[in-house]
């Protein structure tokens, strides 16, 4: 398939055949398309702003189109890296979708970039405690030998 | 295929070569780590040790992992249940999600995300805090939960 492209906000791409599929934002996925994408406007001036209230285009949602929620990596940090930090992943990934059905985009949004950011702080702290982990095993077990009898 | 290429579209290129090559070095790193816990016996080295258990003398959630897994890697699923449950029931989903970080590396459109819903990720939470809990609980049926 060729590369998409995009027209007015919205992406197309063709298929082996020639028709048109287009990215239907409400199902996330590529729908059939009956008519191709709009010809693409070059050295046409911006059109601007049509005054409130006379039925234009519905102005644009600011951000990306589609928030990830970031919850199957939040899940994964937490059980392979580090537990606490991916719990707080976890509960920031569960508040996306949850803020999108109340219609609430900017707080989605601000929730998924917090979930990002807990990945990621899971993921170096799994690795700097992975490196703890295995320098203080290699000291200790060259001193002396603890032996934990746990019931 | 338009002759210019618009800015946005050289972006989310970009973007997607970066997702691409982050997507398979996950699915090679997932087999690297698969070969290892198969070839590493946790039990019979000695194997990191939890650093909440030394300080605590308490098992966290994670503690028995690296044995459970070693465990699956040689078809004992008995015993890896008995090493970390929680881990043997989240398998499905490591597995799932491995399968799709290595369908995404090779794709080449944007990838679907993988959405798991709301109530996926408040379950999991209330489910690693009380195996937390309850696997410190020394009567007979949480003693079992423990690694």
Known sequence: MADPI???GVWWTQREDG???????????????????????VGLPPVPPMPAGTGGYPAP???????PNYLVWAILVTIFCFLPTGIVAIVFSSQVDTKLAAGDRAGALDSSN???MWVIISVVAGIALGIIVVVSLIATTTVTHVDVNFP | MSTSISPSVLARRAVRVTDRARNGAL????LAFAVAI????????AGPTCPFLAITGRYCPGCGTLRCLHALAHGHLGAAIDHNALTVSLLPLIVAAWISVGVAAVRAHPAREWRLPTWAGWAL???????????????????????
């Open chain 2, 27 to 30: 699915f090679v790193g997932g």
């Open chain 1, 19 to 41: 028709s048109w599929l287009r990215w239907d934002e409400s199902s996330t996925s590529w729908q059939p398309s009956a008519d191709p994408p709009p010809p693409e406007q």
């Open chain 1, 6 to 8: 995009q027209r007015g």
């Open chain 2, 125 to 147: 939470v209330v489910a690693f805090v009380s195996f937390w809990v309850l696997r410190n609980l020394s009567p007979a049926p949480f003693a079992w939960l423990a690694p």
């Open chain 2, 38 to 45: 198969h070839v590493w016996d946790p039990t019979a080295t």
């Open chain 1, 61 to 67: 949602a600011a951000g990306p189109a589609v928030i």
């Open chain 1, 114 to 116: 917090k979930a990002r």
